[in-house]
């Protein structure tokens, strides 16, 4: 593939993966067909197209104590935010116990992790190809990932910062599962920082209306 293609190929997808994971959590996730689907051959499709590799997806050995240290200290820095937060709002120490189950953080990870794949194995790597500051293409993904939790009022400003955050890390050191495993750690604290009444179970799109 010439370079002008796969310019052309990574804005497709850097404008039409978002709309469709839009289109899905407002209104194609209500309907009785499986567009989940589509999502997977799209990223199918986007990685063979591109002829990407693991190493490049971030599934790779080679530098995760490198990726980790840096996901590690991301992780400390926002979650001792969101601690503070969580005090200044005087949330209980006590954490409901299927909370911090490991079925639900083994479920939640594994959702995490898809997240990662969409959002910088996919989204990350193809800005980067437009974008030539990794500051500001990490920044741009954050404001997709942000977007996609709208219109949650706790998850929108967070997860403008911690997209961001991540797909720069990810930029750096391209490794997914300590990326994962900081966004499934600090989802739990974010449940647990803001009042139910704000965050609605961390739900977004529709379901942030029902109580």
């Given at each position: 593939m010439s370079p002008r293609a796969e310019r052309v190929f990574a804005l497709i997808d850097v404008i039409g993966l978002p709309v469709f994971i839009l289109s899905f959590i407002w209104r194609l996730q209500f309907s009785p067909a499986?567009?989940?689907?589509?999502?997977?051959?799209?990223?199918?499709?986007?990685?063979?197209?591109?002829?990407?590799?693991?190493?490049?997806?971030?599934?790779?050995?080679?530098?995760?104590?490198?990726a980790s240290w840096n996901a590690a200290i991301a992780f400390a820095l926002m979650a001792a935010g969101l601690f503070l937060i969580g005090v200044a709002l005087r949330q209980?120490?006590?954490?409901?116990?299927?909370l911090i189950s490991y079925r639900r953080l083994g479920s939640y990870f594994a959702f995490c992790v898809m997240q990662q794949v969409a959002?910088?194995?996919?989204?990350?790597?193809?800005?980067?190809?437009?974008?030539?500051?990794?500051?500001?293409?990490?920044?741009?993904?954050?404001?997709?990932?942000?977007?996609?939790?709208?219109?949650?009022?706790?998850?929108v400003p967070l997860t403008l910062i911690g997209g961001a955050v991540m797909a720069w890390l990810f930029g750096r050191e391209r490794n997914i599962i300590p990326l994962a495993v900081i966004q499934a750690l600090l989802g739990t604290i974010v449940w647990w920082a803001f009042p139910l009444a704000w965050h609605h179970h961390l739900r977004v799109g529709p379901g942030y209306y029902v109580r």
């Open positions: 499986n567009w989940w689907i589509v999502l997977v051959l799209w990223l199918a499709g986007s990685f063979a197209l591109h002829r990407d590799t693991p190493k490049t997806l971030g599934w790779r050995a080679d530098n995760l104590g490198c209980p120490i006590y954490v409901p116990g299927y959002l910088n194995s996919l989204l990350m790597n193809r800005t980067e190809l437009l974008i030539s500051r990794r500051w500001l293409a990490a920044l741009f993904v954050g404001v997709i990932f942000a977007a996609c939790h709208w219109p949650n009022p706790v998850l």
